[in-house]
């Protein structure tokens, strides 16, 4: 089954502890995106990236780190969480076919830092 | 990106077409119209994308008209599984060597099917 995977779905955390949130996908797709997202704002997008070991930020890149050292997976690094990351996360991956683009989602991690 | 204005909420009955529509009107040459569907704690999921005129899938069907400063994304029939909050995006989306993408979901339109 084409999915995007996830690890872990909930997490609470305390505020200066490194954290890792992985993301894998199957599809072989070459991008995959971050984002975030929290009430009355949206999905704002982290960081994204177009191929192994190519990165760029997004719109709210700060507090962050990505890697992309294997096509498939592309984890979301909190090097000191601190409060304000709090938030539900998403990870994308995505293709361009035919003149389409289309983004495939994650089921979300939610991270509360205390 | 170009910046687009949806209405926050919409309700409907069960078994009606629904229409949301979503302005943008600094949208460039090259930008593609984008709808997103998203259930609560869920990730969103694509719906369908276009350029001009219409596009119909399984799902939806998405009307362009010929200044592209608006669109507007018609479900046939909702039923209450149709509930959920909908995203426009518009944007250069094609992909090319180090051009990066930069994707900004606004707040959505939220669609509320009643029995």
């Known amino acids: 089954e084409a999915q995007v995977t996830q690890n872990p779905r909930y997490l609470i955390t305390v505020t200066g502890k490194k954290l890792t949130v992985t993301c894998s996908q199957n599809m072989n797709h070459e991008y995959m995106s971050w984002y975030r997202q929290d009430p009355g704002l949206g999905l704002r997008q982290i960081y994204y990236?177009?191929?192994?070991?190519?990165?760029d930020k997004g719109d709210v890149p700060e507090g962050y780190k990505v890697s992309r050292k294997e096509k498939r997976n592309f984890p979301l690094i909190l090097e000191s969480p601190s409060p304000n990351q709090t938030s539900l996360y998403f990870c994308a991956s995505s293709y361009y076919r035919d003149r389409v683009y289309e983004q495939y989602f994650g089921p979300g991690t939610r991270l509360t830092v205390t | 990106l170009a910046k687009t204005t949806q209405p926050i909420s919409m309700d409907s009955y069960e078994g009606q077409e629904v229409n949301i529509t979503c302005s943008h009107n600094n949208i460039a040459t090259n930008d593609y119209i984008t709808w997103y569907q998203q259930f609560p704690s869920q990730g969103p999921r694509f719906i369908i994308q276009?350029?001009?005129t219409k596009v119909t899938n399984e799902v939806a069907s998405l009307f362009i008209p010929a200044d592209r400063k608006s669109s507007t994304l018609s479900l046939p029939r909702v039923s209450l599984s149709d509930t959920a909050v909908y995203y426009c995006?518009?944007?250069?989306?094609?992909?090319?060597?180090?051009?990066?993408?930069?994707?900004?979901f606004g707040p959505g339109t939220r669609l509320s099917v009643l029995p």
């Open positions: 995006l518009v944007g250069d989306f094609i992909p090319r060597d180090n051009y990066g993408q930069n994707f900004v």
């Open positions: 276009g350029y001009k």
């Open positions: 990236s177009m191929n192994v070991e190519v990165t």
